[in-house]
């Protein structure tokens, strides 16, 4: 019995950070298309991971990876995505 609950910690440990994931202004355009373009390979990256330096170089990074299985990422929701980790980031 014992052994078990180390299992079920590191589970709830898992669904929590999975299920409840809170960002900065949920509610901003920026934020919005970050959750939907940025969740297509890996889960949702946290904004305050990483400086605006960082978030440049991670886009610039980004972008080929979308290049190379030809999913289209505008230069407009670029932009938008780049202000809103600009403004939340490290
Ligand atoms: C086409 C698929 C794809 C899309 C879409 C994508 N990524 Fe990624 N991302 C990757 C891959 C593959 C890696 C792993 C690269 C590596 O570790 O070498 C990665 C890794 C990352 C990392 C590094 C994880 C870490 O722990 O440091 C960050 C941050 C990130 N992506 C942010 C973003 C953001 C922001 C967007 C939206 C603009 C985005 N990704 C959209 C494929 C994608």
């Given at each position: 019995m014992l052994k078990v609950l180390p299992m079920i910690l590191v589970s709830v440990?898992?669904?929590s950070c999975a299920g409840t994931q809170t960002?900065?202004?949920p509610k901003s355009p920026g934020a919005r298309l970050y959750q939907e373009r940025c969740t297509k390979c890996?889960?949702?990256p946290g904004v305050t991971r990483h400086t605006p330096e960082q978030w440049d170089q991670l886009l610039v990074m980004m972008d080929d990876f979308m290049q190379e299985k030809n999913i289209a990422f505008p230069d407009?929701?670029?932009e938008l995505i780049r202000n809103y980790l600009h403004r939340n980031a490290k």
């Amino acid at each position: 019995m014992l052994k078990v609950l180390p299992m079920i910690l590191v589970s709830v440990f898992l669904i929590s950070c999975a299920g409840t994931q809170t960002i900065p202004e949920p509610k901003s355009p920026g934020a919005r298309l970050y959750q939907e373009r940025c969740t297509k390979c890996h889960g949702l990256p946290g904004v305050t991971r990483h400086t605006p330096e960082q978030w440049d170089q991670l886009l610039v990074m980004m972008d080929d990876f979308m290049q190379e299985k030809n999913i289209a990422f505008p230069d407009q929701e670029k932009e938008l995505i780049r202000n809103y980790l600009h403004r939340n980031a490290k």
